[in-house]
């Protein structure tokens, strides 16, 4: 149980038909436990739990549209196909079942690889890159990035058919569609390439434009966007303020209604030369400069950062001091917790002081199991 203050986090929001009631966001995170891509009962208990553990906003596991080497492990769940959408229909009822509010996060991996696993099919890229100068692949031809477009419109479609509350894209983290934004991965001399920010925005402004002709005008749209990639934790995409609102406005020119600003520490400032150390951070700029809302993420609540996990690494509960003054003076709009819901599906009454057990930080052992 929390001793902090922690009402700055239970504040409604509403955007568009979007009602939450707290600032809370489940973070996606990659299960890999749909066989052949089907979500069952125990994704959908999975879920269902987060629901009555009273989170504002559930964002999926990252769910792969309908293109030959959309996934890069063969138990990512897919959001096309009869069987798939029947399984993603149990899911969002067993979740509005329980008061809570859903959306999928539609995925395409790209060139990424995980493990060992190879597709049927050649992975597809903007230039046929994994990570600069490591070939993998196909470079996508203008009919495939057109085909990959409309993929992501209909399912963002079904999204809304099925009852899901808004749908997230994920652009970040080296996947598809970051690595159109990147530079080292985007060598294209066609209008989805370019020496500049701005122009690599194309492919992605295209989806958001499709999504947005396929679920209307008053349907939550929200894009995560990342500067650190997997293949590279390095990796600026966005140097400056300026440079940044090139990159961020465009997209919700096209029709992005939420930012879900990925970095792997919350609390880090994204350009401490501009306002210190305790500065804005990735979503706090996002917001400034757009004006859309935000969502922050990384590390909420956890001693270590998600690399850890990936280490093999637990990590331990620590204060969310931090975290609320940042919500109190409206830095961002809402805060996804990752790794702590995935070991806790309590840890939101806990926070709010409706449970008395301790809170219990990250159990490794989770990622092997829908707990």
């Known amino acids: 149980m929390s001793s902090t203050d922690t009402s700055a986090l239970f504040r409604p929001f509403s955007l568009k038909t979007l009602d939450l009631k707290n600032r ?11 066989p052949g891509g089907i979500p069952r009962e125990p994704n959908a208990a999975y879920y269902r739990r987060r629901a009555e553990g009273q989170v504002g906003l559930i964002l999926s596991e990252g769910t792969v549209i309908d293109r030959p080497a959309s996934r890069n492990h063969p138990d990512v769940p897919s959001f096309y196909g009869n069987d798939a959408l029947a399984g993603w229909q149990g899911v969002i009822d067993a979740v509005h079942d329980a008061g809570g509010r859903m959306a999928p996060q539609l995925w395409h991996t790209g060139s990424t690889q995980f493990q060992d696993w190879e597709p049927a099919s050649p992975v597809e890229s903007p230039s046929g890159l994994l990570a600069p100068g490591q ?20 399912a963002a479609a079904d999204a809304r058919r099925l009852g899901f509350d808004a749908v997230e894209v994920h652009g970040a983290h080296g996947y598809l569609v970051d690595q159109f934004f990147w530079s080292g991965t985007n060598l294209r001399t066609d209008r989805y390439g ?3 920010l701005k122009e690599r925005v194309r492919f992605a402004g295209e989806i958001v434009a499709a999504i947005r002709a396929a679920v209307g005008a008053d349907y939550p749209l929200i ?6 990639k997997q293949q590279d934790y390095t990796v600026r995409l966005a140097e400056t303020p300026e440079l940044m609102a090139e990159w961020l406005q465009p997209l919700i020119d096209a029709g992005v209604d939420i930012l879900h600003c990925s970095q792997r520490r919350y609390w880090q400032a994204e350009f401490p030369e501009v306002d210190g150390e305790n500065g804005l951070n990735f ?33 331990t509960s620590v204060s969310l001091d931090p975290l609320i003054e ?13 790794r702590a819901l995935l070991s806790d599906s309590n840890w939101v009454l806990k926070t709010q002081g409706q449970d008395s057990e301790p809170l219990k930080g990250f159990d490794v052992s989770s990622l092997a199991e829908l707990v």
């Open 223 to 228: 894009l995560r966007v990342s500067q650190w």
């Open 24 to 34: 809370i966001v489940m973070a996606p995170m990659t299960r890999g436990m749909a």
């Open 194 to 196: 370019g020496a500049s």
């Open 326 to 338: 940042r919500m109190e003076r409206d830095e961002f709009d809402l805060i996804a917790v990752g």
């Open 283 to 315: 979503a706090g700029w996002a917001k400034k400069l757009t004006g859309a809302a935000t969502i922050a993420v990384g590390s909420v609540g956890l001693s270590q950062d998600s690399a850890s996990a990936f280490r093999g690494e637990g990590s």
């Open 135 to 154: 070939p993998r692949g196909e470079a996508m031809s203008e009919e495939a990035i057109a085909d990959t477009v409309s993929a992501f419109a209909r």
